[in-house]
């Protein structure tokens, strides 16, 4: 009896595990002719300086309509993407399209608002990511200290020597790096000292729990005193309320990005929500 009822748990477990594989093979093959038939684009989600709601830049966010029309989180896909290496030519395209946007951005009226871009870890270790980046910047004009290429906090505790290199050349190009949901790693403090990055992003858990959440308050508070004692930037994600914002400027943090000041954007949308702000001074 007992091994019979193993047994029975044994296949269930195997069935589980197959559907789960063929659901992600079934999800890469569409991500890839999703791809090859430009059903990916990019959204653009606005920076803001907190006390003015200046924009003072944008991050670009992929997005996936799948053929029933339903959105596939980059969430559930880019984790394929990264295992496939699909990654790395989807993240070119992205840097590509990020930087054209930027140059379209400036020419609007806005020079000043800078282009913040994802880039994954199988991206960044390719061998011919400086490479990309480079002519990113020269085939669509776009200004290499506008462009701000974010990175993980895991990323950039992968490989001191490695990061730390490639974190030079791409300080040599001219481009920003920032470190992506920082506060959820665990990084050794000694190590971000060494690596030549431009600002700190405060992870949107922490921002979530900051108004009711006193250690949550701390990390945040924690994030941006660092930030300045490195002499580095920071900005917080996932802002969503006035009071929250307004105790991330009460412990120091200039800027911030979340659904409080705008949703990720199609283009259009985008220029009008500048263009809009603007108008208001
Ligand atoms: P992320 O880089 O940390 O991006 C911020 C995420 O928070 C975005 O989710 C954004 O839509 C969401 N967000 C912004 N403000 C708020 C808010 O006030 N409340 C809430 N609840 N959420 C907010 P999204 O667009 O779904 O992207 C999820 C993640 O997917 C990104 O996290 C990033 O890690 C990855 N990703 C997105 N686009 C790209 C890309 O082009 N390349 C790579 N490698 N990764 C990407
Ligand atoms: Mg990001
Ligand atoms: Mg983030
Ligand atoms: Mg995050």
């Given amino acids: 009896r007992a091994k019979s009822r193993h047994r029975g748990e044994h296949s269930f477990f195997t069935r ?3 559907v789960e594989i063929e659901e992600r093979v079934k999800l890469l093959h569409g991500l890839r002719s999703a791809f090859d038939n430009e059903r990916l684009f990019l ?13 003072v830049g944008v991050e ?3 997005r996936w309509r799948g053929d029933d029309g339903r959105f596939i989180p980059p969430d559930r896909f880019i984790p394929l993407a990264e295992h496939s290496g699909l990654i790395v030519n989807i993240g070119n395209w992205v840097m590509r ?4 946007e930027q140059v379209k951005i400036a020419a609007a009226g806005f020079p000043n608002v800078q282009m913040a871009v994802n880039v994954s870890l199988a991206q960044f270790r390719h061998q011919d990511f400086i490479n990309q980046v480079r002519s990113a910047l020269a085939d669509t004009g776009a200004v290499a200290h506008q462009i701000e290429l974010e990175i993980t906090e895991s990323m950039a505790m992968e490989d001191a020597d490695f990061v730390a290199g490639k974190l030079n050349e791409l300080a040599q190009l001219g481009v920003k ?26 992870d949107r858990s922490f921002v979530k729990d900051l108004c009711t959440n006193q250690r949550c308050r701390q990390v945040a508070e924690m ?42 954007m199609e283009p259009e949308a985008l220029h009008d929500w500048l263009a809009e702000r603007r108008a208001r001074g």
């Fill in 16 to 18: 589980d595990m197959n």
């Fill in 223 to 264: 994030v941006i005193q660092l930030s300045r004692k490195l002499g580095l930037g920071v900005i917080a994600e996932g802002v969503e309320e006035a009071d929250q914002a307004k105790v991330l400027l009460g412990l120091g943090c200039p800027d911030a990005q979340g659904y409080l000041y705008a949703r990720p």
């Fill in 43 to 55: 959204m653009y989600q606005p920076q803001v300086r907190i006390e003015s709601g200046e924009p």
């Fill in 177 to 202: 790096v920032a470190i992506d949901d920082f506060g959820t790693g665990f990084s050794s403090l000694s190590y971000l000292q060494r690596l030549r990055v431009d600002r700190l992003k405060i």
């Fill in 97 to 100: 399209l990020a930087c054209y």
């Fill in 60 to 62: 670009a966010l992929i």
